[in-house]
């Protein structure tokens, strides 16, 4: 009988939400709940196809690298403002966003849209959100390449994406929401 009233004490303080083991039970529960139930859900019930956390700091326009890395790249590249004006993410996107992308035809994909792709790099594959710099149409295959606002040029991987490498075209962007993410990724790197 003592072992049975340990085990009712233990999960009745578990339950509680007083002690430190009963705070990470929530914590993790909450995040299973999330990652498996309300995800699939949206995905399931949703145009939305993906969501991400932006973990770098390629998309971030910061002053005053930014005018160099972006709006002086745009005007030696041939973007003028009337163009770049109706880009969407004018301000880029921060460390710490959650990036919401649908699926999009290769058709609905146009130059200074920002996507999700699938990229290997030194043997290290990423999901990497970055904005398209230039669209080609091989023998009706479509290829992106794509920078980062705050990158001076686009990176090895970026030229020649094709189309099937494509997760998303970002629509929105939630601020913060993907910092659970970002900390999971700075402690994957110090290890």
């Known amino acids: 009988m003592p072992k049975k009233r ?7 303080e578990l339950l509680s939400g007083e002690k430190y083991y009963s705070i990470l039970f929530y914590i993790v529960v909450v995040y299973l709940l999330f990652v498996y139930v309300a995800l699939p859900s949206v995905y399931a019930f949703s145009p939305i196809s993906y969501i991400s956390a932006v973990v770098s700091g390629s998309m971030e326009h910061t002053q005053p690298t930014i005018q160099f890395t972006y ?6 590249h041939g973007f003028n403002s009337s163009v770049t004006d109706s880009w969407p993410f004018q ?3 921060n460390i710490g966003d959650l990036a919401i992308a649908y699926k999009a035809t290769p058709q609905q994909i146009n130059v200074g849209d920002v996507i999700i792709f699938k990229a290997t ?16 149409v091989v023998n009706g295959t ?18 020649n994406i094709p189309y099937s490498a494509v997760i998303g075209k970002v629509n929105a962007v939630v601020p913060f929401l993907g910092y659970p993410k970002y900390l999971e990724y700075l402690l994957a790197s110090w290890i």
Do not use: C, M
Request: proline share 4%; hydrophobic share 30%.
């Open 6 to 12: 340990k085990i009712n004490k233990f999960i009745k």
């Open 71 to 76: 709006n002086q790249w745009l005007l030696q």
């Open 91 to 93: 301000n880029g996107i």
């Open 121 to 136: 790099y030194q043997g290290v594959s990423e999901e990497v959100i970055h904005r398209v710099i230039n669209i080609s």
């Open 142 to 159: 479509y290829y992106y390449t794509t920078k980062g606002d705050a990158n001076p040029t686009s990176l090895p991987f970026e030229y």
